[in-house]
């Protein structure tokens, strides 16, 4: 069923193949951006919203209309701020000022209840040395999302490839599960578009991963 969608985040690697994804399914997209530039896709369907994810007033007026927001912020891992958080926060305040209700956000595996999935290697040496900061990050994001009265789904990849879509991963499965850790940015979009029809993840977090 065709959806009125904004997707925050829509200039990074998962965030353009849920762009491209959601345009195939017929969805009306408008992505909202920092740099229009970088988003080279054009589509009668699409609508670019040039703003700053920091700033209430442009995150409000781009959420009015929409019925599904999808995010995919994302900072480089050298990153110190809190930009997912704070701007999680604002779509979040936007949502309840605007009357919509289904959220579905992209965080990722490897920190809280999920670091056990995490390698030896990774546990002590890669998320300490340089991933600290964005698992921070995303753990604050999610306790926002948790704590909202929204219809949320946070979704928990394993570290993401440019492969191509499959739309064959496994999900949701318990922490004692082998996985491969890693996962296509176009399967992550894959599934989290897959939500919108889906309530079988409604307010839970689910772990996604080859």
């Not at 920092?34 to 995150?59: A, D, F, T, W």
């Not at 949502?95 to 999935?117: E, P, W, Y």
């Not at 390698?119 to 890669?126: A, D, E, L, R, T």
Request: contains cysteine.
């Amino acid at each position: 069923m065709k959806k009125r969608i904004i997707i925050f985040g829509a200039t990074g690697g998962t965030g353009q193949e849920l762009v491209k994804q959601a345009l195939e399914q017929n969805h009306e997209v408008t992505a909202f951006v920092r740099s229009p530039n970088k988003l080279k896709i054009k589509n009668k369907n699409l609508k670019i919203y040039q703003g700053n994810v920091l700033k209430i007033e442009e995150v409000n007026e781009a959420i009015q209309n929409h019925e599904i927001v999808l995010c995919s912020l994302g900072m480089p891992a050298s990153d110190k701020s809190t930009l997912r958080t704070d701007g999680t926060m604002n779509i979040i305040k936007s949502m309840h000022a605007n009357g919509v209700k289904r959220l579905i956000c992209q965080t990722s595996l490897g920190f809280g209840d999920s670091k056990d999935f995490l390698p030896w290697h990774m546990k002590y040496f890669i998320v300490p040395l340089i991933l600290k900061n964005a698992f921070r990050d995303h753990e604050l994001q999610e306790s926002k999302i948790e704590a909202s009265k929204l219809d949320w789904t946070i979704v928990k990849p394993g570290n993401m490839t440019n492969g191509k879509k499959s739309g064959n991963y496994l999900f949701g499965f318990a922490p004692t599960k082998k996985i491969k850790l890693k996962i296509s940015r176009a399967d992550v979009a894959h599934f989290m578009l897959n939500q919108i029809s889906n309530t079988q993840f409604l307010r839970k977090k689910v772990g996604i991963s080859y």
